[in-house]
């Protein structure tokens, strides 16, 4: 199977395109299938972590996950060709509407996963497209984690110490702290 090839916000200078018009990408970036697949993936997988209940995390049920697919979704407007052509792929592959993973994951390969994806895009990505990647991987998990179900007691959604550690965690494995 051949590497899809996607293109890029930025020329090969670093230079953003022409302001106002939208001019064909200057560069392309070639995955290999496996961190293509590797990208694809990662969203549902944290939508599907950050999900799960845990010690000191509530149990979020229905509204998590349509958090997680909203937030999945919206990564269909940001600036960043990468983040938009990882949307179009996800929704390609499930025709229309973006599943979480069939395997089963859990915190520890989520953030190994999370680390992967990190060195790709540090030899990979245009840096604007590494960052806008790795921004949205974790704005999906901070959704989530806002989707507390109404009436539920404790802390505001997404407040919770064990929810601000996974996203600090989160954060770290994606070389965003």
Do not use: K, N
């Amino acid at each position: 199977m051949l590497a899809p090839e996607v293109p890029m916000s930025h020329s090969l200078a670093g230079e953003p395109p022409s302001a106002g018009r939208r001019t064909a990408p200057l560069t392309t970036a070639v995955y290999s299938a496996a961190e293509w697949d590797l990208l694809t993936d990662l969203p549902g997988r944290v939508v599907v972590v950050a999900a799960a209940p845990g010690p000191g995390r509530p149990r979020r049920g229905v509204a998590a996950g349509l958090a997680g697919l909203d937030a999945v979704a919206a990564g269909r407007a940001f600036d960043s060709d990468l983040v938009r052509a990882v949307v179009a792929a996800i929704y390609a592959r499930h025709d229309g509407a973006p599943e979480p993973t069939d395997r089963l994951t859990d915190l520890v390969d989520l953030l190994a996963a999370c680390r992967a994806a990190a060195r790709v895009l540090r030899r990979r990505a245009d840096p604007a497209d590494s960052a806008a990647y790795r921004q949205w991987v974790q704005s999906v998990a901070a959704r989530v984690c806002r989707a507390t179900p109404v009436g539920t007691p404790g802390p505001p959604a997404g407040e919770s110490p064990a929810d601000r550690r996974f996203l600090e965690r989160l954060g770290g494995a994606l070389g965003l702290r």
